[in-house]
């Protein structure tokens, strides 16, 4: 028993991190969908010191000594996997001081807080000095997590999200894309330029909400399970066993909250199938960013933009909004291919712009090329570059859009990029498998295909790692030729 | 500066221990308002973490130590109350093994989680043996807590919700009102007798929903600090600056949703009116439960249904409601005094009896002289003596209506009827300060009420012990015979 008794502990001590990061997760639900702003300072100060609480907890020293001689004891090859997470999370932990830890979760929190408002008064000049705080702290995390990984910062604020991934890699990857993609834009855009444009139909919040829920029931969402709610940022929140998706709703535009609704749904899906056997363990635990990723977008841009899955789409749309839109009609609209400003609004095709843009923006903020200071006259030029637009003085669809920066979650935007490439990879692989998305689901077998995902990559966890997820799924590793290939297919 | 360091570091220790209370009071929020059944277990087994990480915190060596000595420091009088309530929270947690408080936090988180069902399918069977688990942990708390105080065990459990109370001072208070209440009860309802009986207007969701936000405003709740929810149980949560009342709907009876949310609007108030210099720390808590709920009964029965507020609500319930509801009727339904199995609907006449019969049966499980099993036919026994009314076989509206057993508070009841005294009592002191509570709000003066409140209640937190608060306030120390005096000028 005695062989047995360090990675017993290991699990003792994670169980109770785990515990408290369900309080995590429920903060950081109910910040972003309940709290009355009064209750914004007592949360911040709560959420720091749960964070602290949360970091002392993973670099107590018995953990690291248990964790020296775990390796020494006879364990599964699942048992070795959870082991190999628990010291991939101890020595992050242990790479930043608690102070670090705690001062960032309350300097974001206050940051977050501000930025909604700020955000809807494009108030960059309020705005400015509260960023230049947090990136000043997220310079200062990378600085220590590089070092103790001997990485480079901003890679080390890659592998936060997705382990394994470096700027070369991501150079590589969008490199290629740079070359193919801007003539991929245009030839659509020409193509698409015949169709007819019309209006969307109004559809107030209620209509909105019930065609919402039934679509997520269609998908196989479980509402014992989980529940939908209204954020001005749509996210997928919670824990597995009660998965808090988000959305938010514009009586103008039901496809917006439709659309992020059936993108959280991908996220909860991949949550409410991890394995039940491993919860609480980290190899429980969903397998990294990108790969969330290409569940949400698989769900988004693969089933639900598809031809497949578009007659039950109209009919719930048709039947809950009381309208008459036509297969072709909502066709059109799903796979419009319109250059904006706004990266969640953005369709498939130009949306590796948004993130390329944040990318070299994040790039040359922690790597000190930029500052703070320059970020509008260079989202500016980089919109016009790669999308042809302006967005000069319009800092709320510009540079202060997005959540990511006030929260500080910097070297999360590639995650998006990777996800939509994966779920491409997946995709192609199951049809392969079993037959193509649109195949099945016009057979009436869209279990089939939630079921291929549910044990290729649900059931998995975090029992292996991403590339070894991926050639277990497709046989290979990374290859973006398949999102290049899907959206030809698609598109031209 | 070393005479000061002892109190420093306990208010330091003090406010870590506030931060997790924060996250207790957002966990059993949404546990009730928000959380899909299959989050039980999981946020089951995270309270209970939480609940034993609290208790280390309080219990921790350098908190006694620093305890024992900050008593020899020089401190102010509202510092020295401070830390006369840190050390009740010491010594409260102290006594308790850590063990007996995560295993209580587990087994209630379940218990309730089962009776919500169970009450709804009238399952006594179902729940028997879970209440019998419960009480048998609460004897074992009583028990424990009773050696450490020197106290009997259910004057221990009373304690922990109004300290300094015993089952002397209730059994002397509750053998008066025996006395004189049962002929009250008889007088009024031969009074009341001549009154017509019309049927409440119907009502959707929506409507009430307005009209209860609508009279929250005028009762002063500040909605940037607080909201309102539906749960199964009304109940007032969250923390200052962030709190959090609750509701429930019935379409044929708007006055339940109306007149708990006013009730919980009161105790919302005292929170959101606590001391802001002394938030996050003991002394900055609201009194005791007693005092609690003096200010939800002083808003529920001494305002509410008094003649001062009637056209206020007259005017709101017709607007919202689309009816028109004539000023007696609305008064005969807030003051019709009716025998019924509901504690929660029970008028304030009859109100008492509920709580004798619970306090009864509270002193009969913690002695040993009652069991679980023997409940049914005590309660039926008592509610045909005390009310005339038979509960056999409803047991959903007999002894399995009140969530407090299930979640194991035992000691709780008796605080609604020193709550119902304690509010007749400010009352009348009020009304020789500065006027009747009638008079002030026909004259347009409620905010003049409720300042009232904030004065001599609701700010002083808990820098006063409740004898001091009450004298203060009122110049005398608990005295019963205000509380018949406001029911017999109210009902006679
Ligand atoms: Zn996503
Ligand atoms: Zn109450």
């Known amino acids: 028993m005695t062989s047995r008794s360090h990675y017993h502990a290991l699990c003792q001590q994670f169980k109770t991190i785990y515990h408290f990061e369900h309080l995590q997760a429920l903060g950081d639900w109910d910040q972003a969908t309940m709290m009355p702003a009064g209750g914004s300072q007592a949360r911040g100060e709560a959420m720091a010191q749960l964070a602290l609480h949360i970091h002392a907890l993973k670099t107590a020293p018995s953990l690291a000594e248990h964790l020296a001689h775990a390796a020494d004891e006879p364990l599964s090859a699942a048992q070795q996997a959870n082991l190999r997470e ?8 242990t790479a930043l001081p608690g102070k670090l830890v705690q001062a960032k979760t309350q300097l974001t929190y206050a940051c977050e807080h ?6 809807q008064q494009n108030d960059w000049q309020g705005f400015k000095p509260n960023l230049e705080a947090v990136i000043a702290l997220v310079r200062e995390e990378a600085q220590i997590l590089g070092e103790a990984q001997q990485l480079a910062p901003y890679d080390a604020l890659l592998n936060k999200f997705e382990p394994g991934t470096t700027m070369a890699q991501i150079d590589r990857v969008f490199g290629d894309l740079k070359i193919w993609l801007p003539s991929l834009i245009q030839q659509v855009q020409a193509k698409q330029q015949a169709w007819p444009t019309k209006a969307l139909p109004h559809a107030t919040i209620a209509q909105q909400k019930a065609l919402n829920l039934d679509v997520m029931t269609l998908l196989g969402f479980d509402f014992k399970q989980g529940r939908l709610d209204t954020s001005s940022h749509p996210f997928s929140g919670g824990v597995p066993g009660d998965v808090r998706i988000t959305t938010r709703y514009d009586e103008h535009d039901f496809l917006t909250a439709l659309f992020s609704t059936i993108h959280e749904t991908g996220h909860a899906r991949y949550e409410q199938g991890l394995p039940l056997e491993w919860r609480g363990q980290p190899a429980g635990n969903a397998r990294s960013m990108a790969i969330h990723e290409s569940q949400s977008l698989f769900f988004e841009m693969q089933m639900a933009r598809g031809t497949g899955i578009l007659p039950l789409l109209q009919q719930r749309i048709n039947h809950h909004l009381g309208c008459q839109i036509s297969e072709l009609e909502l066709q059109h609209w799903l796979t419009r291919v319109s250059p904006g400003r706004i990266r969640v609004d953005a369709d498939e095709v130009t949306y590796p712009c948004h993130i390329m843009l944040r990318y070299e923006v994040e790039k040359g903020l922690i790597e000190g090329r930029l500052t703070v200071a320059d970020l509008p006259e260079f989202w500016d030029a980089a919109m016009q570059s790669l999308l042809g637009l302006s967005t000069q003085g319009d800092y709320r669809n510009g540079c202060m859009q997005d959540i990511h ?3 500080g979650e910097l070297g999360y935007f590639p995650s998006y990029s990777l996800g939509a490439m994966y779920a491409a ?13 649109d195949a099945l689901i016009a057979a009436g077998e ?7 995902l549910q044990d290729n990559i649900w059931s998995k966890g975090a029992l292996l790692t991403t590339d070894e997820l991926v050639i277990a799924a497709t046989g290979e590793t990374l290859n973006p030729a398949h999102f290049k290939q899907h959206l030809m297919t698609r598109y031209l």
Chains 1, 2 share one sequence.
């Open 405 to 407: 920066w006030p929260v």
């Open 114 to 119: 501000a930025w909604r408002a700020q955000r």
């Open 446 to 452: 869209l279990t089939l295909v939630t079921q291929w």
């Open 425 to 437: 990879q997946f995709s192609a692989s199951m049809q392969n498998q079993i037959g193509s998305i």
């Open 86 to 93: 628990m010291r991939y999370q101890q020595r992050q932990a």
